[in-house]
């Protein structure tokens, strides 16, 4: 099974999710609430695309009419979706993860890296680092 808990309009994973019910996804909750949905060891693939920065966080959730507060703009939002991802992604399991960074999921929470590519977006757009893991 793979999942997208940051889906947007991208229909690449068997089970989407994006907070903005305006997406045809197939869930429309808050990240770390969707990846509790699944089982221990249930997931093959995660594709992680979420908000780069507090920032974004914070202006999605204020667009959406959500609370923004400490717990969505500081790290702890992006870790409780590690620790989530960690759980749920069954050993060997991939992550492709895509930010303004290569930590991706990381050794932590027990994935190696096996790829990272820089996408150029051109103009005076930031680039984005694409991280690709497996779960040992």
């Known amino acids: 099974m793979s ?3 940051f889906a947007n309009t991208a229909r690449l994973a068997s089970v989407t999710n994006d907070l903005d ?3 045809d996804t197939d869930c429309h909750m808050d990240a770390t609430d969707f990846l509790q949905t699944f089982a221990d060891g249930s997931v093959d693939i995660v594709l992680y695309d979420p908000p780069f920065s507090s920032r974004q966080v914070s202006e999605c959730y204020r667009r959406l009419g959500h609370t923004v507060n400490w ?3 500081q790290n702890s939002y992006w870790r ?3 620790e989530q991802i960690s759980r749920i992604v069954r050993p060997g399991g991939l992550v492709f993860s895509f930010g303004w960074n290569s ?3 990381g050794l932590k929470y027990g994935f190696e890296k096996i790829h990272i590519r820089l996408i150029c977006h051109g103009g005076h757009h930031n680039d984005t680092i694409a991280v690709v893991e497996r779960r040992t």
């Open 21 to 23: 019910p305006a997406y």
């Open 3 to 5: 999942i997208d808990p």
């Open 71 to 73: 717990e969505t703009t």
């Open 103 to 105: 930590g991706g999921i």
């Open 80 to 82: 409780r979706h590690k």
